[in-house]
């Protein structure tokens, strides 16, 4: 029981965190759709220059934010919890795919850190010809990774607990859906809209907020399949 409560107490730390962080990038958003009237009426005073310190440091569009640590930092415990559950695993099924987990989603944190991703756009675009939706080319080889990757694990989701399996499911299809779906929309607005607008701010927003509470979804899901199997030991005993 208090292993469950641990896992529901992260899952409410985390989630306040990203809500408070929803909050500041809307007024992010805000600053920058009216840069230029606030200029004129507070430039040069304290509080345009905190605003613009929220722009900059609380923008979940830019890279090198609060968001995007937050993100990386939360990509990193997940490794941690990976391959705590691969060291204390004894199913060689099961230790073999904790492991694969624990490798993909490195690879997904320094893609975070090191945007990997970004540097796809331009080769891929050109290979390919991409417009609108698939402006952003990456969004295609990783989209057909996505759907190798879940016929991989389907067998290794069926052997864990059903509510375990769920909880992996939707927070992927949550964390999938804003990195691959609400890319596609930037990628329209962008190509109609360039990238200082209205919709490709908004839409990168919900990108950057459905992938932290994917991963925050993960989270609980692992630390509550963790208390599953001290569960089960203690009750062998």
């Not at 879940?150 to 509510?163: A, D, H, I, W, Y």
């Not at 769920?166 to 930037?186: H, K, P, R, T």
Request: glycine fraction near 4%; hydrophobic fraction near 55%; charged fraction near 15%.
């Amino acid at each position: 029981m208090a292993a469950n409560i641990r896992a529901k107490k992260i899952l409410y730390y985390l989630l306040s965190v990203t809500f408070i962080l929803t909050i500041l990038n809307i007024f992010s958003i805000v600053f920058r759709l009216n840069r230029a009237g606030l200029r004129i009426q507070l430039d040069g005073s304290i509080i345009y220059k905190l605003l613009y310190i929220l722009m900059e440091y609380f923008d979940l569009n830019h890279e090198n934010s609060v968001p995007s640590l937050f993100s990386v930092l939360l990509l990193a415990f997940i490794c941690v919890l990976l391959l705590h559950l691969k060291t204390s695993e004894k199913n060689r099924f099961l230790r073999a795919n904790w492991t694969l987990l624990a490798i993909i989603f490195l690879f997904i944190c320094f893609d975070e850190f090191l945007s990997i991703h970004e540097l796809l756009i331009d080769p891929l675009g050109s290979l390919w010809n991409t417009s609108g939706f698939f402006l952003f080319a990456w969004v295609i080889p990783y989209g057909l990774a996505v759907l190798v990757l879940f016929l991989v694990f389907l067998k290794f989701l069926l052997k864990l607990p059903r509510k375990t399996a769920y909880m992996f499911i939707v927070s992927g299809f949550i964390y999938v859906f804003g990195a691959l779906i609400f890319e596609m929309f930037e990628g329209w607005a962008v190509e109609n809209y360039g990238y200082k607008n209205k919709w490709f701010w908004i839409f990168s927003s919900v990108q950057e907020v459905l992938e932290m509470i994917g991963l925050i979804f993960f989270i609980y899901a692992l630390i509550s399949y963790r208390s599953f199997e001290l569960k089960i030991k203690h009750t062998d005993k």
